[in-house]
């Protein structure tokens, strides 16, 4: 079974410009998260979506958003770029995204965002 | 606030050796704890997680780890380390909280096993 699938895989934009990401989780998971991992440091949390449904948000300004389709697939949108914008962004799926989940995530290859 | 702790950026250890990368935690209650490994420009790996039970919980390519309630501590363990455990380690706590649904990572050790 394909694991999750992540694109762009690289990409360079320009400071102002908007970028989205896709994500498709493992067949059967019905949760996605959203992590941004900057050089030199652990994931961030930046969302998770459960069922087409926001369940959390980081602590990320406005300029980021996300949504999830009716297939579960994920895009996460990030306007008005800034040079700190510039990292991997990691997508995450698991089983389930209710309070009950123990389960582990399970993550994508990333998206390498450089903001010039 | 709600933090997960590596005190250690890197740790090298001579293959053969047994091996120990360090995680602490301040989180309430009792967090779901995690360990992932993370391959050059790949994305992360589960290793292993402790949800409840016995303290030492095992997971894959030998690993295994440490739950210390009264220190807030899981610490990853190996007997033998090899040369392809070399990679970047994260240790990672979720909340039990009810609507809590965000992972929170630590910032991630870099094993180096030596030949």
């Known amino acids: 079974d394909a694991g999750v699938t992540q694109s762009p895989t690289h990409l360079i934009k320009t400071r102002g410009q908007h970028v989205t990401l896709r994500c498709s989780p493992i067949?059967?998971?019905?949760?996605v998260s959203w992590y941004q991992q900057v050089l030199g440091q652990g994931p961030q949390f930046i969302f998770q979506?459960?069922?087409?449904?926001?369940?959390g948000r980081g602590n990320f300004p406005d300029r980021f958003s996300a949504r999830q389709f009716p297939n579960y697939s994920s895009e996460l949108n990030v306007n008005a770029l800034l040079l700190g914008d510039s990292a991997l962004y990691l997508c995450a799926s698991s089983l389930a995204g209710t309070s009950v989940n123990t389960g582990e995530l399970f993550f994508g290859e990333g998206s390498r965002l450089t903001v010039l | 606030a709600q933090s997960v702790a590596q005190p250690e950026d890197q740790v090298n250890v001579a293959e053969g050796n047994p091996l120990t990368v360090k995680c602490t935690y301040s989180?309430?209650?009792?967090?779901?704890l995690f360990w992932y490994v993370q391959y050059p420009n790949r994305g992360l790996q589960f290793l292993l997680k402790?949800?409840?039970?016995?303290?030492l919980v095992k997971g894959s390519y030998g690993f295994e780890a440490e739950f210390n309630k009264s220190q807030t501590s899981f610490h990853l363990k190996k007997p033998s380390a090899l040369v392809s455990d070399s990679a970047l380690y994260f240790c990672a706590v979720r909340p039990r909280t009810s609507g809590t649904y965000k992972y929170i990572f630590g910032t991630g050790t870099r094993l180096k096993v030596l030949a």
């Open positions: 989180v309430s209650g009792n967090p779901y």
């Open positions: 067949s059967g998971h019905k949760s």
């Open positions: 979506y459960y069922e087409k449904e926001e369940r």
């Open positions: 402790y949800i409840t039970g016995d303290n």
